[in-house]
């Protein structure tokens, strides 16, 4: 705004407020005008009209007893039709918002828990920008936009906080992992049953494939060549057995076998007691 011989500039989006013997005469709009200063006129001072925003840091504490900084963003400006109210009746309008703001964030947040009170920021901001809006429209302001931007407890309490997330994102991991671990396990578990019951059906049936070659010989044998029993054929298989077993042992280099004296009468016990062996696991099965 400038003046010089009784002329006014002011500026876009303002407003000047002219008096007249120091009593309010006018509110001037943008552009220039005429004071002549001979009738006691003159410029009391100007009013932006522009959108203004106060950030108000209040610190208060929740229901659970933890102490926040509450961080508001005001957004307001004054109203051109307004304007008079907006000049003469505050001193110091950024004062007057903030005490409104204090009023009402202490008012709200002590009746939430701190968890809450993050879950909520938007019906706080609504609480204050409605007791904002309801107070300052009695002196000429609009409030466009309330936000509670921030809201930032104790650093023990934040400390706190981020050790029981990690406590139980651990704990969750270590059940997921035990979890696998017990899969793994039984699968594990059952691979081995299955194993073992299949190596059961090979040797149970190696036994009865033994049987029945050693029959099939034994009946064979008594068949093609007449006068020998059935014990005389056993005694000769096991005896021929036997001595082919010696001899692959002896063609070895590598062998580590170790044999008990024996003679006829040794070899005669040896086969005793391996036809009873057969002869039983035939019974068996």
């Not at 706190?160 to 699968?187: P, T, W, Y």
């Not at 034994?218 to 001899?247: C, H, I, R």
Request: aromatic content about 6%.
């Amino acid at each position: 705004m400038g003046q010089a011989l009784g002329c006014i500039q002011v500026e876009q989006s303002t407003v000047a407020i002219t008096e007249a013997f120091g009593k309010f005469d006018d509110v001037l709009q943008p552009g220039c005008h005429c004071l002549p200063w001979c009738f006691g006129k003159q410029a009391a001072g100007t009013l932006s009209l522009r959108v203004q925003q106060l950030d108000v840091r209040c610190e208060t504490k929740t229901k659970d007893n933890v102490f926040v900084n509450v961080v508001a963003s005001i957004q307001y400006r004054a109203l051109a039709e307004k304007a008079q109210d907006a000049f003469y009746k505050l001193s110091n309008t950024r004062a007057q918002i903030q005490s409104y703001v204090f009023d009402v964030i202490r008012a709200s947040v002590p009746k939430l828990e701190l968890d809450a009170v993050f879950e909520q920021k938007n019906d706080i901001a609504r609480a204050v920008e409605g007791e904002l809006e309801k107070a300052m429209s009695h002196y000429g302001y609009e409030i466009v936009q309330t936000l509670i931007v921030d809201i930032e407890p104790d650093e023990h309490v934040k400390r706190a906080m981020n050790e029981i997330n990690a406590a139980a994102r651990m704990r969750v991991a270590a059940n997921e992992k035990a979890e696998a671990e017990k899969i793994l396990q039984i699968k594990r578990a059952e691979g081995d049953a299955e194993s073992k019951y299949l190596a059961g059906l090979g040797v149970a049936r190696q036994r009865q494939a033994i049987v029945d070659g050693l029959r099939d010989s034994v009946l064979a044998f008594s068949e093609n060549v007449p006068g020998t029993s059935s014990k005389d054929v056993m005694d000769m298989v096991l005896v021929t057995q036997y001595f082919d077993t010696m001899k692959e042992i002896g063609a070895s280099s590598k062998s580590n076998s170790v044999f008990i004296p024996h003679g006829p009468g040794a070899v005669r016990d040896i086969v005793s007691q391996i036809r009873d062996g057969l002869l039983q696991a035939s019974q068996n099965n």
